[in-house]
C-alpha cells in the first residue's frame, strides 16, 4: 500500500498508542503497553502512513501452542485503508515464523469484520461484565446450607510454579510469565485457593485506565470462584470492575449477575489453525484479557 510503513512498536510510541486506545474507549494502561513489550518486543507493531503514526498491534505467543493478537487499533483518520487487514497479515505471519500451530483473537464487532475474510473461525463468545463505581463495597456469599470450605490467601513466588501448572490445564498452555508479572505488578489483587485436593482456583487482577480489570481467573468449581471474587471485591472496595468471561461457562454467568455484575459488551473469540488445545472455557470466571487470551 502506499503510504503505508509498518515498524517495530515502541517505548515512544505508547502515548500515542494510548490515545488510540482512548479513542475506542478500552481499558488498558501505559503499564499494559509496557507489559506487552515485555511479552514479545520483536511481535509488537506501529503503521505509519505518510508518516503519520496511523495504528498498532501486539502479539503474545505460548510456546508453540497458540499465540495471540491483540490492540488492533486504527486512527479514525486513517481507517478504510485496509491498514487493520495489513497488521493483522503481519501479527499472523510473525506468529507463524516462530512455530506457532494456531493464532487466536478476541473480535469485537467491527474487527470481525476484518477476520472472517482471513480465514478465523469462531471458537466461542465472551462477554465483558462491569459493576460500576459503588457507594457501598458488594459482597458475594454462598449458600449458608453449603458453605466454602477451601482456605483462600495471597498469592506469594512459591505459589507460581504450582498456579501454573493448575492454570495450563484449564487455559491450554504455560503462561507462568504472565502470571509471574501480573503477581508483581499488583499482588494485592492475586488470590489462590486449595483445599485437601490442592490449587482449587485463583484469581489475578488489576487496575486499569477505568476499572479493576480481574483475569486471569480460574476454579475447578462455582463455589471456589465465587470464594475468590468476594475477597477480590472487599479488596477494590467500592471501585468499578470489568471480567471478561467465555459464555460455555454457564455457572460464571450466573455468578457474575448474582454479584451484580452487568454485560457492558461481548468479544468473538476466534482461530486461524489447528485448534489443538482449547483448554476447558467451562473453567475461566475471566480471561487474561482480550490482548493476551
Known sequence: MNGLRIRALSESDIPFAMDL???????????????????????????EFDGEKAGTMTTIRYGDRFGWIGMVLVHPDYRGRG????????????????????????????????????GF???????????????????TTGDAALPYRGEIRSVTEADLEEIAVFDAAIFGANRKAVLERLRVREPKYAFVTRDYRGITGYLMAHQGYEAVQIGPWAAKDDRAAESLLAVLLAE????????????????????????????QRMFCRMYLGDNAY???????????????G
Open 278 to 292: 482449547p483448554g476447558s472455557p467451562k473453567l475461566v470466571f475471566g480471561t487474561s484479557g482480550a490482548e493476551k
Open 236 to 263: 477494590v472496595g467500592t471501585g468499578s470492575v470489568f471480567f471478561d468471561l467465555p459464555c460455555p461457562n454457564v455457572g460464571g454467568i450466573r455468578l457474575a449477575e448474582k454479584a451484580g455484575f452487568r454485560v
Open 21 to 47: 486506545k482512548n479513542i475506542a474507549g478500552w481499558n488498558q494502561t501505559e503499564r499494559d503497553w509496557q507489559d506487552y513489550l515485555h511479552f514479545d518486543r520483536e511481535g509488537c507493531f506501529l503503521a
Open 83 to 118: 491498514i487493520a487487514t495489513q497488521l493483522l497479515q503481519l501479527g499472523i505471519r510473525h506468529l507463524r515464523e516462530q512455530g506457532v500451530r494456531c493464532v487466536k483473537l478476541d473480535a469485537t464487532a467491527m474487527g470481525k469484520k476484518v477476520y472472517v475474510p482471513l
Open 121 to 139: 473461525a469462531e471458537e466461542y463468545d465472551v462477554c465483558r461484565y462491569e459493576r460500576k463505581a459503588m457507594a457501598s463495597a458488594l459482597k
